[in-house]
C-alpha cells in the first residue's frame, strides 16, 4: 500500500493575494465546490482575522463543504486563532493553521522577538487552537532561510504542545530542490516524534522551482503539498496543483505515494479560477494550457498518430480535456438548466435568481446554436450583484467603427433607478465604450487589465472579457461575456464599476507564509 499524499489547496487564501484576484463570497464558494469535486483533502478558505468579509467567507466554505477539510490561517496569537476558530464552528472538518516567522531576519526585522519568545509564542497558539479543534498546523514562516536546529527546536516543541501536520515553507522561493529535500530529510530524521505528524510543504515560485521543490520534499517523506489552482499567488506564485499531481501520478515508478485527487475535475477548475479572477492561463502552460496536448511539428504528429505515448506521457481526457461536450442548446427546460448547473457545482440561491439566470440562457442561445459547459460557466460568472448591490445596470449599446472614421459608442445605463444616455468617440469601439460609461458613472479608477478571452472554439463562440480596476487601494474584477466582444467588455466595466461601488470586495488579504 503506497501512502497517500494529501493534496492542501489555497487558491482561496494564498492565490487571492495575488494583486487583483481578491474574490467575493460567492466567487470563493464556486471554487471551494469545484475543489471539493476534485476531491482536494484540505481547502485553506481564508484568513479569518484579515476582515469580517473573510471571516464570513471563511464561514460559509465550512458550511457547504462536507468531503474536504476546511482551514483557516491564523498568526500565532489569539485574537486570531478563536477568529479562525469561530469561522470554522459549522465545519464538518476543520483545520486552524497557525504560523509564526522562524529565519533569523524576520525574527529581528518584522516580529522583533528573540528566538526564546517565538517558541514560546508557537506553543500558545497550538494550546488555544486546542480549544476548538486537534486537527493544527503549524507553519515556520520563512523556513527556507531559517537555521535548521532552531527548526528542530520550535518543531519538538509544537508537536509536544499537539500539532498534528508540521509545514515547512519556503516562503520566498529561495531553495533550490537538491537543498529543499535535503531539509526535509534532517528534520525528520531529527526532530523528535517526526514520524507522529505529517509533514508538509508550502513553496513559492520566485525562482521558477515551487513544483520542483515540492517534489524533491515528497521524495524525502513530505506528505502534504500545498499549492494552488493554476499556480495562483502572489509575486510568482505557488507551487500548481495540477503540476504536482500528475508529476506525482504520472511518475508512479519513483513516487512512494499518490494522491486522491480526481484528476478529470482538473481542467474544469483550471478554467473557472482562471475567469473569475481574470488571470489567464498561458497556452503553454503544463497539463492545463491550450497547447498542453496539441502537435504541431509534422514528426511529433505522425508520431502521435502510430502511437500515443511516443509524445504523450498522459492522456489528456484524464485531465479534463475531454469536458467540452455539448449539453443543451435553444430547446432546453429551464428543468434541464437547472440541473446541469448543478452538476456543475453552480449554485443557484433563490428561484428569482434561477429564472434570471435561465433567461440569460434562452438570450445566449439565440445567439449561440452550441453551448456548452464553458458557456454555462461563463454565464453564471456574469450573474452579477444582488438587486440591493447592482447600481449600475446596463440597458443597451450601440457602436460603430469604420475605417477612416472615429470609433464611436452609444450607451444607455440605469444608475440608481434612472436611465441616462450617453455618447463617446474612443481610439476604438471598446475605449469609446468605457469613456462613455464613465461620463454616466464616474469612478476614477485606473484600468489595470483588459483581457478577452474566447471560451470555446468557433466564430460564434462567447468572448470573456475581464478588467481589472483599481481606486483607493481596492482592487476589483470586472467580468462580463457575449458572443459581441464589445458588449461582453461594457457588461465587464459596468460589473467592476457596481463592485467598487458596493464595496462587496475586500482589501487584498495578508498572512503570507
Not at 89 to 110: D, L, N, V, Y
Not at 314 to 331: F, P, Q, S, T
Request: charge should be negative; proline fraction near 3%.
Amino acid at each position: 500500500m503506497k501512502d497517500q499524499l494529501v493534496i492542501f489547496d489555497t487558491t482561496l487564501r494564498d492565490g487571492e493575494q495575488s494583486p487583483g484576484a481578491s474574490m467575493t463570497r460567492d466567487e470563493k464558494l464556486r471554487i471551494a465546490r469545484q475543489l471539493e469535486r476534485m476531491r482536494v483533502n484540505v481547502i485553506e478558505a481564508g484568513f479569518p482575522a484579515a476582515s469580517n468579509g473573510d471571516f464570513e467567507s471563511v464561514r460559509s466554505v465550512a458550511e457547504a463543504i462536507k468531503d474536504s477539510t476546511v482551514c483557516g490561517l491564523a498568526r500565532a496569537s489569539e485574537n486570531d486563532i478563536r477568529r479562525a476558530g469561530e469561522a470554522l464552528r459549522p465545519a464538518k472538518s476543520g483545520r486552524i493553521h497557525t504560523f509564526i516567522a522562524t529565519s533569523p531576519i524576520h525574527m529581528e526585522k518584522k516580529l522583533r522577538m528573540s528566538p526564546d519568545q517565538v517558541v514560546e509564542q508557537a506553543v500558545k497558539a497550538i494550546k488555544w487552537a486546542s480549544e476548538y479543534t486537534d486537527d493544527i498546523e503549524f507553519s515556520a514562516e520563512d523556513a527556507g532561510r531559517s537555521e535548521i536546529d532552531f527548526l528542530c527546536r520550535i518543531f519538538d516543541a509544537v508537536i509536544k504542545a499537539g500539532a498534528k501536520t508540521l509545514n515547512v515553507p519556503d516562503t520566498v522561493g529561495y531553495n533550490l530542490p537538491q537543498q529543499f529535500g535535503s531539509t526535509i530529510r534532517s528534520l525528520r530524521e531529527r526532530v523528535a516524534n517526526s514520524d507522529k505528524v505529517i509533514w508538509s510543504v508550502h513553496c513559492h515560485n520566485d525562482l521558477g522551482l515551487a513544483v520542483a521543490n515540492s517534489l524533491s520534499a515528497v521524495m524525502e517523506g513530505a506528505r502534504q503539498v500545498e499549492c494552488t489552482i493554476n499556480g495562483l499567488g502572489e509575486r510568482a506564485g505557488n507551487a500548481s496543483l495540477e503540476e504536482v499531481v500528475m508529476a506525482v501520478r504520472t511518475r508512479q515508478d519513483l513516487f512512494q505515494c499518490d494522491t486522491r485527487i480526481d484528476a478529470t475535475q482538473i481542467v474544469p477548475a483550471s478554467r473557472l479560477v482562471a475567469g473569475i479572477t481574470g488571470f489567464a492561463v498561458q497556452p503553454n502552460k503544463a497539463i492545463v494550457g491550450a497547447n498542453a496536448f496539441a502537435h504541431e511539428s509534422g514528426i511529433h504528429q505522425d508520431g502521435v498518430l502510430k502511437h500515443r505515448e511516443t509524445y504523450e506521457i498522459m492522456r489528456a481526457e484524464d485531465v479534463g480535456w475531454n469536458a467540452n461536450k455539448l449539453v443543451m442548446g435553444k430547446h432546453s427546460g429551464r428543468n434541464a438548466f437547472k440541473s446541469r448547473l448543478t452538476e456543475l457545482g453552480i449554485g443557484v440561491e433563490s428561484e428569482a435568481a434561477l429564472n434570471e439566470a435561465f433567461k440569460r440562457f434562452k438570450e445566449l442561445a439565440d445567439k449561440k446554436h452550441e453551448i456548452f459547459d464553458e458557456d454555462l460557466q461563463a454565464l453564471m460568472s456574469e450573474e452579477g450583484l444582488p438587486p440591493a448591490q447592482e447600481h449600475y445596470k446596463l440597458v443597451s449599446t450601440r457602436f460603430h467603427s469604420e475605417t477612416g472614421e472615429h470609433p464611436h459608442a452609444s450607451i444607455t445605463l440605469n444608475t440608481g433607478g434612472q436611465e441616462i444616455k450617453a455618447e463617446a468617440d474612443g481610439s476604438g469601439p471598446v475605449d469609446a465604450a468605457f469613456k462613455a460609461i464613465e461620463s454616466v458613472a464616474p469612478s476614477g479608477a485606473t484600468l489595470l487589465l483588459y483581457s478577452v478571452n474566447n471560451i470555446t472554439t468557433g466564430t460564434d463562440s462567447q468572448g470573456e472579457v475581464t478588467v481589472r480596476l483599481s481606486k483607493a487601494g481596492r482592487i476589483v474584477n470586472g467580468q462580463g461575456a457575449d458572443t459581441d466582444i464589445i458588449v461582453a467588455s461594457a457588461k465587464a466595466y459596468v460589473n467592476g464599476l457596481n463592485k467598487l461601488h458596493s464595496k462587496l470586495e475586500k482589501l487584498n488579504p495578508q498572512g503570507d507564509i
